[in-house]
C-alpha cells in the first residue's frame, strides 16, 4: 500500500494491492490455525495417547475452529490437512502463498497433486515448477497444467494411480427440488471425452435447419469446430423452404435432451454422428517403447499409455495423423502451418493444426478450448493470408473484444 500522503494508486494498481494483502491475511490466518493446532495437541500430549484415542483427541482442535470460525469441521479438517502438508512438503510454494503471489485455493491444487506422487525428487521437482507456473496462471490453467506436469513426471506413478482411480468408477443419481435431478457418473477419462465429443457434435448437428419430412432426408450431424466469423460455409441453406427453422433448445439443452434418449433407448435422432477425439502421443508410446502418457489437445487431461494404445488399435476407428515435432521444424514438417490457403475459410487439416497449436483461446487468462472457439485471422482477410502464422483460436467473447478493438494482441508463442 501507498505510504502516509503518497498519491492514491490507480483503481486497477489498488486492486492488485489489495488482492496481495488479501491473500497475506488468508496465509496468516492459516498459519494461526495450524499453530492453535499444534499448540493444543502439545497441551493435551496427544501423540502419548493409545492410537484410537490420539485420533478422537485430533478432532478437538478441529471442532474448536469450526465452532470459532464458523465453518464445517470437514471444512477446517481439508483446510488444516493440505495446509500441513504443504508447509513440509513444498516450501516454495508455501513461501509463495504467505508472500501473497498465489491464494489458498492454488496452494490446495498443487498440494493435491503432490499427495499421488511417491518419489520426493518429484514432490520437490513439482514444487520448484509450481511456484512458478501457480503465480501467472488462473486456476482452471493451473489444474490443467498440474494434470499434465504430474503424468509426464511419472509416467508409472501415473499409470497406477490411473488403474486405482478407475476401481472407484460409478453412477449417481440425485433428485432435487423443482422437477430436476443430477446424473453423475465417474468413467476413465478417454471414455468420458469420447462421450463428451460424441454428444457434443450430435447437439450442434441438430441446430442446423432439418428436413420438414422425416423421410425426405438425413442432415449428417456434425460439429463446425472452428470457424471464421462466426459463419460456416459448409451449412444447409436456411432459405430452403423444405427446411424447417433451426432448433430453439441452447447447446446445453439439447446434449441433455440426447444423452436421456441414448441411455433409454439408444436413439440418436436418426442422423449419423461424426465426431473425434483428438490426442497427442509420443511415438514411442504408441509403439510400445515408452509409457509416456498421452495429453488432450487443449491441455485438460490425460491418459494413460496403456489406454491410447488400446484405443489406437481399436477393431475399425478411423485415425487422422498429424506429426508434432520438438525440434526445430524443418519446410515439410511444417507445412500445414506454413502453407497459404485460398479464400477465408480454413480447410479441416489447417483447422485441426491450428487447434492442436493453440490448445485454448489465444487470450490470456481464457481457458476455451480451441476446439469451440472462432478461428480469427490476425491481419483480416483479405489483407491477411489464411494460413496458420495468421491464424489463432479466439471464443466467441473475446474474438468480438478483438474485432472491436478492445483486445490486447495475445501473445503468438505464448505456453499453454
Not at 486405482?164 to 453412477?171: D, K, P, W, Y
Not at 494404445?309 to 515439410?332: C, D, F, K, M, N
Request: overall charge negative; aromatic content about 4%.
Amino acid at each position: 500500500m501507498p505510504e502516509p500522503g503518497a498519491p492514491a494508486p490507480d483503481p486497477l494498481t489498488a486492486a492488485r494491492q489489495f488482492q496481495v494483502l488479501a491473500r497475506q491475511a488468508e496465509a496468516a490466518q492459516l498459519l494461526a490455525m495450524l499453530e492453535h493446532q499444534d499448540a493444543l495437541e502439545a497441551q493435551e500430549r496427544i501423540a502419548e495417547l493409545p492410537l484410537h484415542a490420539r485420533r478422537e483427541a485430533r478432532k478437538v482442535p478441529v471442532h474448536q475452529l469450526a465452532l470459532d470460525l464458523r465453518m464445517s469441521e470437514r471444512t477446517v479438517a481439508v483446510l488444516l490437512s493440505s495446509a500441513r502438508f504443504a508447509r513440509r512438503e513444498l516450501p516454495q510454494m508455501w513461501r509463495a502463498f504467505g508472500e501473497g503471489a498465489v491464494d489458498q485455493q492454488r496452494l490446495r491444487l498443487v498440494a493435491d497433486a503432490a499427495v499421488g506422487l511417491e518419489s520426493a525428487d518429484h514432490v520437490e521437482a513439482l514444487d520448484a515448477a509450481a511456484a512458478k507456473k501457480a503465480p501467472e496462471s488462473t486456476a482452471v490453467q493451473l489444474r490443467r497444467w498440474l494434470n499434465r506436469y504430474v503424468a509426464r513426471l511419472g509416467p508409472e506413478e501415473f499409470a497406477r494411480s490411473c488403474e486405482h482411480a478407475q476401481q472407484h468408477r460409478h453412477v449417481h443419481l440425485q433428485h432435487l427440488e423443482n422437477g430436476v435431478s443430477l446424473l453423475q457418473a465417474l468413467l476413465p477419462t478417454v471414455q468420458a471425452a469420447a462421450i463428451e465429443k460424441r454428444l457434443r457434435a450430435a447437439a450442434r448437428g441438430l441446430d442446423w435447419p432439418q428436413p420438414r419430412e422425416p423421410e425426405a432426408a438425413e442432415t449428417p450431424a456434425h460439429s463446425p469446430g472452428l470457424t471464421s466469423a462466426g459463419s460456416d460455409p459448409t451449412g444447409p441453406d436456411v432459405t430452403d423452404p423444405d427446411l424447417q427453422p433451426h432448433d430453439p433448445r441452447t447447446l446445453g439443452q439439447r446434449e441433455a435432451d440426447l444423452l436421456a434418449a441414448w441411455l433409454l433407448d439408444g436413439r440418436v435422432g436418426g442422423a449419423p454422428v461424426e465426431a473425434s477425439l483428438a490426442i497427442m502421443v509420443p511415438e514411442a508410446t504408441l509403439t510400445g517403447e515408452s509409457d509416456d502418457p498421452a495429453v488432450s489437445a487443449d491441455g485438460t487431461w490425460a491418459a494413460p499409455a496403456q489406454a491410447v494404445r488400446e484405443l489406437a488399435s481399436t477393431p475399425g476407428s478411423q485415425h487422422r495423423w498429424y506429426e508434432a515435432v520438438t525440434r526445430r521444424a524443418s519446410i515439410a514438417e511444417d507445412e500445414i502451418l506454413q502453407i497459404r490457403y485460398q479464400g477465408r475459410f480454413a480447410p479441416r487439416r489447417l483447422r485441426d493444426a491450428v487447434a492442436f497449436r493453440d490448445r485454448t483461446c489465444r487470450a490470456e487468462g481464457c481457458s476455451v478450448p480451441a476446439e469451440h472457439c472462432d478461428l480469427d485471422h490476425r491481419i483480416p482477410w483479405p489483407e491477411g493470408p489464411t494460413s496458420g502464422t495468421n491464424l489463432q483460436a479466439l471464443c466467441r467473447r473475446h474474438h468480438r473484444m478483438k474485432s472491436h478493438g478492445y483486445l490486447r494482441p495475445p501473445d503468438p508463442v505464448a505456453d499453454r
